[in-house]
């Protein structure tokens, strides 16, 4: 017969957290996301008693009664999971479900806060899939006419004896020129090429380092905090400088203020990241980059819908930055994320690695 260790092997592949439990509550297996998760070794867990993890030991005990006898297909329930190593509870949600085996029980703790997350990002794929096509369409059916309202223009110009109107049809071939601007802008990323080559992050951060304190030599500080050991991996080095750049420079103009006081402050900050799911897969490993400023944080009214085109939290601003930049880390199978309140915005760029 073989082991629940190499039975259930399969089960580390998965990101959700599961445990396979005999006779009253032993442990038998775990993957490696629960170990993840519980901040212990699959060895330490081996033969524990798992009601003894959660703060009321009751509903899991009277659910493994009920899975033993086969009184339901799976149960579902809230508990809080004392993770002994952390210190701290964890909220999740279980799923008890009798094996094929009799007297064993598969567990699954889906972590509440885990389970939110993969809705918010399965909201933002799916937001920026919407964006992309309704931009695409929009840009479109705006160019055309927009041509001929040019082209229009030029030959009325022509045509008029009264120089003193052709103030007029300046007018419209300057704003017919804006508009094209910002529709060439707006089709920018999904028609340049993804260029791939080998892509040292930090060379990224300091170019853009460079860029920002350029345009605002005094009263900002941009701080390094940069894990060295992060490994060059395939990426459009292009593509992945302008990310960067739009967020910070959206950072750089929300500083302002502080900026006139001298003490504005953006920081880089690079980490890995192990055993990672986003965008519903689940990584080895990540590159997570952080952009931190001091600055007065996201607006609660643009909050939820900074990544929509042409939403802006500043007068004048044109609202592509940021769509653009999440664009482009889509296309390296990446995702940001932002966490912002006053005092302190934090946009976090995340990037599987090889």
Known sequence: MSSPVSRFQAFDLLATPIAVIEGEGRISFVNAALEDVMGMSR??????????????????????????????????????????????????????APSDRADEVIIELLPVEQQTR???????????????????????????????????AQLLEMELDNKDLTEYTQVIIHEADRLQTLVDRLLAPHRRPHVVGDVNIHEVCERVRSLILAEFPKGLKVVRDYDTSIPEFRGDREQLIQTVLNISHNAAQALSDRIAQGDGQITFKSRILRQVTFGKQRYRLALELHVIDNGPGVPDSIKDRIFFPLISGREGGSGLGLTLAQTFVQQHHGMIECDSEPGRTDFKILIPLP
Request: hydrophobic share 40%.
């Open 43 to 96: 060895r330490s867990l081996m033969g524990a008693y798992l009601p003894d993890f959660f703060a009321d030991p009751q509903p899991l005990k009277n659910a493994l009664i009920g899975a033993r006898s086969n009184e339901f297909a799976a149960l579902r329930y809230e508990a809080m999971l004392n993770r002994l190593h952390h210190g701290d509870s964890l909220p999740v949600h279980m799923i008890v």
């Open 118 to 152: 993969q809705e918010r990002e399965e909201r933002l794929l799916e937001q920026a899939l919407a964006n992309k096509e309704l931009i695409r369409n929009l840009a479109h059916e705006i160019k055309n006419p927009l041509g001929g309202i040019r082209g229009s």
